[in-house]
């Protein structure tokens, strides 16, 4: 249920407003004075504050003044109730934060629209906050800050609850890793690690990807969402080879033994793409055949590969140089999947 807190210190004036607020179907919440309001306003969390102007003590303009420079109170709607009819009062009010003005006497029904209108408004506000919280949660830290930033200017152009859509999956894996972890002390392993997980997420990054996750040694990241980007193969693939280019530098800061390859598999196709996960823990991710077949093309990659699939393959219509890699076989699928290797020419 919605909460109104009403401000006036008059006790006949605060129960007609009470009343009011009742006749709506809305719980009231009353203050008698400014530092009284101020209180009930932290510990209620009203919807709406209706607050009186001429109180002793502290005038509504105050209270409004400093309800709008606490970050706790500053998102709650106040509309404010005045005998002081004149231009400049109202002004002052809107310009200290104020959402709406009536003044007195007014008529009970006209205020109730008001109360009305401002709920609704600040049910959307809150709605749209708490998309703008998710996709913070969700995508802060795997995407570039400014698509954050379009998503957050934009909520609807991502659906958290998922959608079937196309994408291209790419898998990237550390060869040797395994070998590597039998034979080096877990705090070392972890640090190495690390280090390629931060340069990979780089990478990523800069050429427009989203990462979904990490599993032990590999990566999954996703392209053409949560924004649209039509040339996602290529921007797959161009992660790939940026990576495979930067390699050489990034393995100046490590002995040879931590100098360790990373092979790719890519592919693209249709995928269920959103939040999934129980209420309380979600992750914004893909699922479907097209992430299997990623991840069987970079499973059979070895030396630095990067394999992309046939329907990888024709999107890029020869802006990548690739070459037939033969059939693979795809666990779980009836017949292979032609591969073709990526190289840099």
């Not at 934060?97 to 629209?113: C, F, I, S, V």
């Not at 995407?143 to 930033?149: G, R, S």
């Not at 379009?150 to 999956?169: H, K, M």
């Not at 033994?257 to 939040?275: D, K, P, Q």
């Amino acid at each position: 249920m919605s909460r109104v807190l009403v401000v006036d210190d008059i006790y006949e004036s605060r129960r007609l407003l009470a009343d009011v607020v009742i006749a709506l179907g809305v719980e009231p919440v009353e203050a008698s004075n400014g530092p009284e309001a101020l209180a009930r306003a932290l510990d209620s969390h009203p919807d709406l504050i209706v607050l009186d102007v001429q109180m002793p003590g502290m005038s509504g303009f105050e209270v409004v003044e400093r309800l709008k420079h606490d970050p706790a109170t500053a998102s709650i709607p106040v509309l404010m109730l005045t005998a002081l009819a004149d231009v400049e009062h109202r002004v002052m009010g809107l310009k200290l934060g104020a959402d709406d003005y009536l003044t007195k006497p007014y008529n009970p029904r006209e205020l109730m629209a008001r109360i009305r209108a401002r709920l609704r408004q600040k049910e959307t506000a809150d709605d749209l906050r708490e998309q703008q919280r998710q996709i913070r949660a969700t995508f802060e830290r795997y995407v570039a800050p400014a698509v954050v930033e379009q998503l957050l200017a934009d909520p609807s152009q991502v659906a958290l609850g998922g959608r079937l859509q196309e994408i291209t999956v790419m898998f990237a894996d550390l060869e040797g890793y395994t070998g590597l972890s039998e034979q080096t002390p877990p705090e070392k392993l972890l640090s190495v690690l690390n280090a390629y997980h931060t340069m990979l997420v780089g990478v990523v990054r800069t050429n427009g990807g989203t990462v979904d996750k990490f599993m032990g040694d590999g990566m999954i990241a996703f392209y053409n969402t949560p924004l649209p980007q039509p040339n996602h193969p290529l921007l797959a693939v161009q992660t790939a080879l940026a990576i495979q280019r930067g390699l050489p530098a990034f393995h100046a800061d490590f002995a040879p033994e931590f100098r360790l390859g990373v092979n790719f598999g890519i592919h693209t196709g249709m995928a269920v793409v959103g939040n999934v996960g129980a209420p309380d823990l979600m992750n914004f991710t893909a699922v479907g055949d097209t992430v299997n077949i990623a991840a069987r093309l970079q499973d059979e990659s070895s030396g630095g590969q990067i394999l992309i699939s046939a329907a990888t393959f024709e999107r890029l219509e020869g802006q990548v140089a690739a070459r037939p890699a033969g059939m693979r076989q795809v666990k779980g699928r009836v017949g292979g999947i032609m591969a073709y290797a990526v190289h840099d020419d």
